[in-house]
């Protein structure tokens, strides 16, 4: 998954969890004989926690992204200094494959 995919992933689904609390904020209350009835929902808890799970996701995701980058450029200078290795290795790797799923 490149960096734009990821992050627009968890954008999405950002978007879609305020979507959510919108609609439990707007359903929460109803009328009764009392008034309006709060059901004990602690909208702004919620709100709280969301931001602090978003600011998690955001920095895990750019956790990841750096470990990816960084594993990326790591195999790419192990292949540019041993190709003969690597070819090597990419074809046992093709063998034991095939024989695995031919199986």
């Known amino acids: 998954m490149t960096k734009a995919t990821t992050?627009?992933?968890i954008r999405s689904e950002l978007d879609s969890l305020r979507r959510?609390?919108?609609a439990i904020r707007a359903g929460r209350k109803t009328k009764n004989g009392n008034g309006d009835h709060d059901f004990g929902l602690d909208i702004s808890g919620l709100t709280e926690q969301l931001s602090n799970?978003?600011?998690q996701l955001?920095?895990?995701a750019h956790?990841?992204?750096?470990?990816?980058g960084d594993a990326s450029e790591t195999v790419e200078r192990k292949v540019t200094d041993h190709p003969l290795t690597?070819?090597?290795g990419a074809l046992a790797i093709?063998?034991?494959i095939?024989?695995?799923?031919?199986?």
Do not use: M, Y
Not at 98 to 103: A, D, F, V
């Open 7 to 9: 992050a627009s992933a």
């Open 20 to 22: 959510e609390i919108e």
């Open 53 to 55: 799970v978003t600011d």
């Open 58 to 60: 955001r920095g895990l």
């Open 63 to 68: 956790d990841v992204s750096d470990f990816a």
């Open 86 to 88: 690597s070819v090597i």
């Open 94 to 96: 093709g063998i034991l």
């Open 98 to 103: 095939g024989r695995t799923l031919k199986s």
